[in-house]
């Protein structure tokens, strides 16, 4: 009698256990989506896109927006921005990692805001080009705006690097 007893209470005290985990993710899980996950800056354009960052531990919302808009005459003008989400430590604000000046790999020439439709690259890995001084040294990195339709944005310092990212299919 004692044995079944003592099944009975273990099986209560497991599925209470189980119960308790289930609830754990689930509240986890709410509080990603619903609390910690980055909100659309307003001064980004509508079609503006989330590029996941390689996965930390630990972290929940961890990446970049990223938008791309015709300014002026002579030149798109795309930028990143990172999200500093609070689980990790952060403000929760949003900070510019880059602005900068782009133009078109196939026209050489600046794009309306209406055809730039970007599109994440397959890894975020692939979404950086280096800048060069006229040195050639390295001075910085700048994101590589792939669109929809094939082409590719590159900054305007960078624009003889087209060939090294049309070439590739990413």
Not at 53 to 61: D, N, S
Not at 84 to 89: I, L, M, P, V, Y
Request: a neutral charge; one cysteine or more; aromatic letters at 10%.
């Amino acid at each position: 009698m004692a044995q079944i007893r003592l099944s009975r209470r273990w099986i209560i005290y497991t599925s209470i256990a189980g119960i308790c985990c289930l609830a754990s993710f689930a509240i986890a899980r709410e509080l990603e989506v619903g609390i910690f996950s980055p909100k659309h800056p307003p001064s980004l354009p509508a079609d503006t896109i989330w590029i996941d960052a390689p996965p930390l531990p630990l972290t929940f919302a961890h990446g970049w927006w990223f938008g791309c808009e015709k300014r002026g005459a002579n030149f798109d003008r795309c930028i990143l921005i990172g999200h500093n989400d609070r689980a990790s430590g952060g403000d929760g604000g949003n900070r510019v990692v880059s602005d900068e000046s782009y133009l078109s790999c196939k026209t050489q020439m600046p794009l309306e805001t209406g055809a730039i439709r970007l599109r994440p690259p397959a890894t975020s890995e692939n979404m950086w080009i280096s800048e060069y001084d006229s040195n050639k040294k390295w001075i910085d990195m700048a994101p590589v705006a792939f669109l929809q339709n094939g082409d590719i944005l590159l900054p305007a310092s960078e624009i003889y690097q087209c060939s090294k990212f049309s070439s590739a299919t990413r």
